[in-house]
Every structure is written in C-alpha cells, then in structure tokens.
C-alpha cells in the first residue's frame, strides 16, 4: 500500500504556499471585477483566519458549517479549518432552511459561516430549531444583521493582526499528521430518503491527490475554472487537487456565467457535469442548423475531418499528409473558432456527476478539446474511474484509479474499494454497514467492466422502473437521449407501475419564442406558448425524432410540456442538478394522470 504520508493535504498545501509564495494562487470575483491573489497573500489570510478561530478555543475535530456560495471567502475558511485540525461541513448555498437546519443539527454545528443575505437569513431560521448553533460568521459585508438570541461575527473582522500568539498552537495542530482524522463531513443532496453526513479523511484527500498524480498530472501554474459547487466533492476535489500540484483556481461565484468567464479567463483545464458541454453542444448545432448551406457544408467536412484526426490518435497512427493539411484547413477555418469561443485554451475538461451522452462526448473530442469522462461519488471521494489522455474512449467511463478496485455484484452493481472510499456516515452505524458489502462500497449504480478493463454505467439500480408490462427502463438513457434535441431544456420520464413511457418536459423557452416568431404565432406567456397546437406538434416531432436509438417499449408514448423549469426553489433538483423524482411526481401528479387517461 502507498505510503500517503507525503500527500497530507495541509503540509502539501503549505509547501506549495512558501515555494511559490510571489506566484499566483487563485483568480476571484468582487463586484464581478476579477482580481488575483498570491499563495503569500492567500495563507496570511488563511493563518489570520485560523488565529482567531484558535482563540476562541475551537477543537481538532470539531465541525464547522459553511453556508455560502463559491467565493474567496469560502476558500479561506475551507484551508484555515483543514490547517487548524477542524472538521469542515459544506452546505450548499441554495438550501432551504430547512434542509440547513437538519444538517446543522444532525452534525452537531455551533459556528456557521453564511455567505449573503438570504442564506443569513434561513441561518437564522434555521436556529430557532437548533438550539446548539450560536455563532454565525457573516463572510460579506453587505449582509444586514438582525436581533437575534446567535451572536454574530464579521469575517473581514477576523482576517487582521491580533491573536499572532496562537502561531505557535496552529503550527503544532499542522505537525499533528493523523490521516485517519475526518478533513470533512459531505452531505449527500439526498434524490430519495434524509441526507446522510459522509465522513472523509485526510487519507481519503491525501489518495485524491496521490492517484490523480498519476492519471492527470497538472503542471504548477496549470489555470482552472472553478464554478460548480464547492460544497460538492467533485469540484471541492478537483481544486484543492490544482492547488496541491501548484496550480492556479478562478473561482466563478455565479455558474450562470460559466461561457462568459471561460473567454474572460481562459482556463486550460476545468470540471464540469454534463448538462454543461450538452447545452455548449446543443447551442452550435443550432446555431449551424439556421445559418446558409454553404457554412452548414462547410461545418459539417470540418467536423469529419476532426473525426478522422481523433480516430488516427486513438490507433496511435499518423494521417498522410493530405489528411494532415486537411485537418489543418478544417482547423483554421472552423474547429478552432469553436475553441476560440470557449476560451481557447483548454488542455483538457473533465466531465462527472451524471451520464454523458456519447455524440456530445464525441464532439468535443473532434473539435480539439480532449473530454476526460469519469465517474464517482461523495463516497468515493468523487473519482472511480476516468479516461486518460494517452487512453481517450467516447464510450464509458474509463479505467479505474491505479489503488482503486472495481468489481461487478449482485444485480450488476458497482462495488468499490480503495484509500478513496469513505469510513462510513457521521453517526449512522447501521446505514455504514448497509452500504458495504464484505468491505466492498456499494455505489447503487449498475454497470459492467468491458475486456480492456473500462468501466460502463448502465443506470442508478434504485432508479430503475418497471413497467406494469414487466419491462424495466433506464430513465436516465432516456432523459439522454431526448435531451439531445436542442428544443428541450428538461425532461422527466415516468414509467414506474404504469403501461407505457410518459415524459414531462421543459422546452428551451427562447428557442421555442424565436420559432413560433417566426412562424407569426403569438402567445402571452410560457403557459400559453406550450398550449399552442403548432407548438404541440413540432415538440411531437422533434421528441419522435430522438428516440430512433430506443426499443419500442423504451420509447415516450405521451408527453406534457410544462410552462416552467423544474428547479432548486421548488424542490424538484438537488444542487447538483439531479431530478427528484418523488417530488416531481408529487407536483406534477395531475399532469402525469392526465396522459395516461389520453391514452385510453
């Protein structure tokens, strides 16, 4: 077994801080204005932070919430607790009162760290059912505080001079090297049942880095953008990873404005779950589908040109030169503006957290951005398995981590084990034991490990449905597939006790505004927009059109066009952006009768 000594997360990070301490650490937002940091500058805030923590006598082990959205705040509090021994528990920034409320009561949290107003707001909602909580840290200075029984500190407040005489306890604390200890508690967003505290080690974070060392190496000053979640442990994973190879992380507090900030900063690596590169994907192929014959032509031999290039470096062979100067053209007139619009600067872009459909895998691949798809969870310390860039494959997931093995159990799930894989769940003896199986983490996916090894996700076994006909249906292959049509935003299938595959769908509303403009139809809102005959009839069409791939039975027999997004607010998505299915069902429920008594 490797020795992961080396890999402590905390010293590694020091290190990284007095070698390249005039060099740039991170990239942040303030006032959407970007502005830049040192590793020196970064960790005098860091140690400042953890100073005055110190002197207000917080533990090793103790946990500590963090309410907020990605930012430089976030970041400071993040290494302080890790230097200090001091366990952190993300919460995501878009969680209902409710949900923090549980969250802060099942882990125990006397301090929590809020980023803006509204969080400080259901922070402080969120108190009044849970006695233990008394300190809030208000990480902006543009929250208004209100009367309350919690006592409030600023976080600008904490980051001065005084409590210097507590150096000496943190540098003790960061020689204390106890990789068993908890680095942090992670939340899973819960699709069905309570949210489950998931315990992850210092080793769990020092294998992180060691394994993705050897499949994914980054060189110091290597750019990323950070914009998913931090609260989530495939990017919380990913950056402190950039940041322990000396790599430079631009945090993105507002994901909406992921496009824009790829050509702003020009990232030559990032992580991102698929709806991202499908909507990029999406977006082009419309773009090209409304533009002249010539341009669409034009596209279309750039395309297959970078097909072939991918094809010839996944044989490992060379293309004649005619092949070559080729690709060359199709390079300078067509792949490499698309490039271009996303930044123009990518080494690689990681893709995790959900299935990635093939064709849109595919296409990043022929146009010069080489997409590593992986697959993991928060149980695993998000990676399992990926693809390399030596080993590029635009189906499955690719091989697992050099110390983490895979093998297929009962009803083909995927069974893990590895210095990646939790302890267990904070204070959930019984739910830890239900989730391994002879030492083996079970992950609840199913899939199969084709001839070279590679790992193959088929779907989530909890999510699969069985019709009243005895056929079972993969919702998310489904929900792939459909997705693809540039028309459809959203899609939930249902199908579980019923005859046939029904779907709620979210068109992409603008694209749907501009068609019925200019086929002069009028509408006053999205509800009347959907209701509208012509509109029925194109999405009929356009949803007939992508399920070609599926069998019969697999297929949408009955669909509703909502006037809305499924989202947060509602319930319906977790913060990653996964379907609740049980709540949609539940909205939804007088739609959902309503196609299956259409169909009789």
Known sequence: MTDLTPYHLPTLLRTQAKRRHDQIALHYQDNAEWHSLTWEALFTQVDALAHHLLAQGFDSGERVGIFAANSLPWVITDLALMQMGVVSVPIYGTNTAEQTAYIVQDAEIRTLFVGDQAQYEKALLAAEQCPTLNTLILMSDAIQQRESRVQTRRFADLLGEGHKEQAQELAKRQQQVDLEATLTLIYTSGTTGEPKGVILTHRNFAAIVEQHQQVVPLEPGTLSLSFLPLSHIYERGWSLYVLSCGGCNAYLGDPTQVQTAMQTMKPQVMCAVPRLFEKIHTTIRSKVASAGLAKRLLFRWALDQGRRQFRAQQQGRTRVKLGQFYHAIADKLVLSKLRDALGGNFLFVSAGGARLDEKVNAFFQY???????????????????????????????????????????????????????????????????????????????????????????????????????????????????????????????????????????????????????????????????????????????????????????????????LPRPFSMDHGELTPTLKLRRKVINEIFADEIDAMYRRRH
């Open 367 to 561: 146009i010069g951005i080489p997409l590593l798809n992986g697959y993991g969870a928060t149980e695993t310390s998000a990676t399992v398995s990926c693809n390399r860039l030596d080993d590029i494959q635009v189906n499955g997931v690719g091989l697992p981590l050099p110390d983490v093995q895979v093998r297929i159990g009962e009803e083909d799930e995927i069974l893990v084990k590895g210095p990646t894989v939790t302890p267990g769940y904070f204070n959930r003896p019984e739910e830890t034991e239900a989730a391994f199986v002879d030492g083996w983490y079970k992950t609840g996916d199913a899939g199969y490990l084709d001839n070279e090894g590679r790992l193959h996700i088929t779907d989530r076994i909890k999510e699969l449905m069985k019709t009243s006909n005895g056929k079972y249906i993969a919702p998310q292959r489904v929900e792939g597939v459909v997705a693809l049509e540039p028309l459809v935003e959203q899609v939930a299938i249902v199908a579980d006790g019923r005859n046939f595959v029904s779907a709620l769908v979210v068109p992409d509303f603008l694209a749907l505004e501009q068609w019925a403009r200019q086929h002069g139809l009028k509408s006053e809102d999205n509800r009347t927009l959907v209701q509208l005959p012509e509109v029925q009839a194109l999405m009929k069409e356009k949803i007939q059109a992508t399920q070609e791939s599926l069998a019969g039975f697999e297929q949408i027999k009955q669909f509703t066009l």
